[in-house]
């Protein structure tokens, strides 16, 4: 088929792209040390990137304090809002410049980690932000990013990738570029105590999804199997505490720890249907991006396993079940567990079509799937997560 023609012909070229790996720093109360960092990487006025609500929580505190008492004369910029649209970066762009900024620090979620990047991205080709979707568009070093994740999910502190709404064309743009992946990512558990158990939910199922869809990729290898295997099972073993006991230091350092990696599998092998869904749900209904892959997961798993992938029974196998349906059945329990809904409300009937026709054109020739779908086949899958 085309779609497999084309994501084939594709993989010696993607092979020879070569990905960096940020230093990774993990441990509670890491973030304090961010001046020596800066320090280290010569930024003497960074540019902090994040959002109004970890700001308002205090999570920034420490930081700031340290920042300040090392004499690091910092910018603040929290205007960063869920799924950040052109506008967002366009303001983040601006205050960079005017504060001379030489660094920026991405505190935050998915949200305000992407931001950053593409903040960084348009600074240094001095392009529209507009102008950066794509691959490869960037082509130059950026300044040092330094990523500071407070939730156990996306990965962006470690992809080549930041996404980006288009809201004039109701859509979700990705930049991609190595030069994009941060110089160093801070996992520190302490920011994420105050977590509310729903958003560790999802973005937990985020991380778990990353890692599944890379290890079903046509692009996996031995690396970044192990990276998905460790992942996984590191989620079933500590995401449940975390959203239901989010005060223990031990379980979120170790989602922290399979997101990171979960982040490093995907960013090397790309993703598949589930993201490609969530993506319309995202921009169609503000859907947030963990929940939607959390709801879109098994339905995707069990159209590969009526297609008898063997790629998902190889998984299933590594992960210790018997077939590919007690792999599903146990993602299924995690997910009535941690109390992910089954449907989405917001979803229109006669939106379908449209939203399927989006997701698979968004997929076509560039994510390496086990097994191809066609436009019907998701539209099926919406109708199933649908109200009813």
Known sequence: ????????????????????????IIGAGKVIEIFMLCQRYNIARPLI????????????????????????????????KPDPDYDIVRQGVAQYRNSQSDGIIAF????????????GASVKTNKDI??????????RKLMPIIAIPTTAGTGSECTVAAVVSDKQNQTKRSITDPFLVPKVAVLDP??????????????????????????????????????????????????RDCVFQGNKLKDREQ?????????????????????????????FYHIPHGRANAI????????????????????????????????????EDLLEQIEIPKQVEELEKEDIPKIAALA???????????????????????????KP
Do not use: W
């Open 1 to 24: 088929m085309l779609h497999q023609f084309l994501v084939t012909i594709k993989k010696p070229f993607i092979k020879l792209v070569p990905v960096p790996k940020p230093e990774c």
């Open 49 to 80: 990137v994040t959002d109004p609500m970890v700001h308002k929580l205090g999570l920034l505190d420490s930081m700031l304090e340290s920042l300040s008492s090392a004499n690091v004369e910092y910018t603040l910029y929290d205007g960063v």
């Open 108 to 119: 935050g979620g998915g949200s305000a980690l992407d931001c950053a990047k593409a903040i």
């Open 130 to 139: 507009s102008r950066l979707p794509g691959l490869l568009k960037v082509h």
């Open 190 to 239: 302490e920011v994420m105590l105050g977590l509310p158990s729903q958003i560790t939910a999802e973005t937990g199922i985020d991380a778990l999804t990353h890692a599944i869809e890379s290890y079903l990729s046509l692009y996996s290898n031995e690396y970044t199997q192990r990276l998905s295997i460790n992942s996984i099972e590191l989620i079933f073993k500590h995401l």
């Open 255 to 283: 989602m922290a720890l399979a997101s990171y990696q979960a982040g490093l599998a995907f960013t090397r092998t790309y993703i598949g249907y589930v993201h490609a869904i969530a993506h319309q749900l995202g921009a």
């Open 296 to 331: 879109v997961l098994t339905h995707i798993l069990r159209f590969y396993a009526s297609r008898n992938s063997h790629k998902l029974l190889d998984l299933s196998k590594r992960l210790g079940h018997d077939g590919s349906e007690p792999l599903i059945k146990s993602i």
């Open 360 to 386: 698979i054109k968004e997929a076509f020739g560039e994510y390496p799937v086990p097994e191809v779908m066609t436009i019907k086949d998701c539209e099926q899958i919406l109708e199933r997560i649908a």
